[in-house]
């Protein structure tokens, strides 16, 4: 590999995409960035534009829109694969997510398929908090969501994407799955309250029913597809079957994971939760 030849990055914009950008920019190494407003332009449900983000590619860092647990990520996945085997394409590394079985037998389509690879296997993410849906509820003090009293180990997504950059950039970690977590199990309510604690402002964690919160969400214009997404994290993922830690970043960098006090810390110096 040579800088002259470019690591394509499907999810420009995405929380972890941007961050492996930024990194394997700083170490020296050319990206090819892609979505659905670049280009050239990269859409999953436009196979079409799919050729073009592969020219001259030998990785690729791959997350799924909507997500790896819908029933049409597999076979698109898989027709994804063969073309950037097609391409030239030697290692792919894909981002899935704990305790969905969409999710994987997605990544047994990367593993399978003969090219190098590798599965960053991840929880949720910090950044939810402050870079994504969660983020409105937080400036207006409630945060609502239909789960009570399961432990998550919550995970930074600098860790997420240091571990990615070290899978496309040391050929020793090749053909590996690593199940990125912190060290921390809480509840979504400790997260809010330590939230809450830093910024020195009310914010409290509302559990709610499932079926009125989905409503709620349809109500706003969510799409069909999107609510059946919620509903299965809401009613497996976040069942407790992933109350416990793992330590592929450990492995993966040899450190351990961030804390979310730190990461807290940082998101309220960022000014990220001030209402403007």
């Known amino acids: 590999m040579t800088t002259q030849t470019p690591i394509l990055i499907i999810g420009k914009n995405g929380k972890t995409g941007a961050r492996v950008d930024a990194l394997l920019r700083q170490n020296g190494l050319a990206t090819r960035p892609v979505s659905r407003s670049t280009d050239p332009a990269f859409d999953w449900n ?47 590394v894909l981002l899935s997510g704990r305790g969905e079985s969409g999710a994987i037998r997605a990544e047994n389509v ?73 060290t921390e199990l809480m509840t ?11 910024t020195g402002r009310s914010i409290i964690y509302n559990p709610v029913p499932l079926e009125p919160y989905l409503a709620y969400l349809s109500e706003l214009g969510m799409s069909e597809g999107e609510l059946w997404l919620m509903r299965e994290l809401f009613t497996q993922v976040l069942d407790g079957r992933n109350s416990y830690p793992t330590h592929g970043i450990e492995e993966a960098l040899g450190r351990p994971p961030r804390r979310f006090a730190d990461y807290v810390i940082a998101a309220h110096e960022s000014g990220v939760w001030i209402n403007a």
Do not use: M
């Open 110 to 182: 990367l593993i399978e398929s003969g090219l190098r690879w590798n599965v960053v296997r991840a929880a949720w993410f910090f950044q939810n908090f402050s870079e994504s849906f969660l983020t409105g509820s937080v400036i207006e003090g409630e945060v609502s969501l239909p789960v009570d009293g399961v432990i998550e180990p919550f995970v930074d997504c600098d860790d997420i994407a240091e571990v990615v950059v070290a899978a496309l950039t040391r050929p020793e970690l090749a053909n590996q799955l690593f199940e990125v977590t912190g």
């Open 46 to 92: 436009r196979p079409e534009t799919w050729s073009a983000a592969l020219q001259n590619v030998k990785q690729a860092y791959v997350t799924f829109q909507p997500d790896l647990a819908i029933p049409s990520a597999e076979p698109t996945l898989r027709a994804f694969t063969e073309a950037a085997r097609e391409h030239g394409v030697e290692h792919l």
């Open 188 to 198: 979504f309510a400790d997260c809010v309250a330590q939230i809450a604690e830093v």
